[in-house]
């Protein structure tokens, strides 16, 4: 899967020159759970949420496979006062 150039861009200034391949990689080859590749929204949302961290970002594409709903969730929500409240929409691409 081709990703949209807003997340190349994201990852090339998230992510140190050693590890953007991978983290390209495994966003390209990440699948939902009826095996097609999920939509740019939530291949952000993946990458917002790693925070830079291949690890993180490995967690995140195997929640996609599990329940990409909670890859949104972790991408645009934050918690306040104890409840989840949208604060971004990844929808759109990165500015």
């Known amino acids: ?3 949209p150039d807003d997340l190349l861009a994201f990852l090339a200034a998230t992510y140190p020159p050693g590890q953007r391949e991978q983290a390209v990689r495994l966003l390209s080859e990440a699948r939902i759970e009826d095996g097609t590749a999920p939509g740019a929204r939530v291949l952000r949302c993946a990458a ?3 925070q830079g961290q291949l690890r993180r970002l490995e967690h995140y594409v195997a929640l ?3 329940d990409w ?3 949104i969730v972790a991408g645009e929500y934050e918690s306040r006062d104890g409840q989840a409240v949208p604060v971004r929409n990844l ?3 990165f500015a």
Do not use: K, T, Y
């Open 91 to 93: 929808d759109l691409p």
């Open 1 to 3: 899967m081709n990703l």
């Open 64 to 66: 996609i496979a599990l």
């Open 69 to 71: 709903r909670d890859v």
């Open 48 to 50: 917002f949420a790693s």
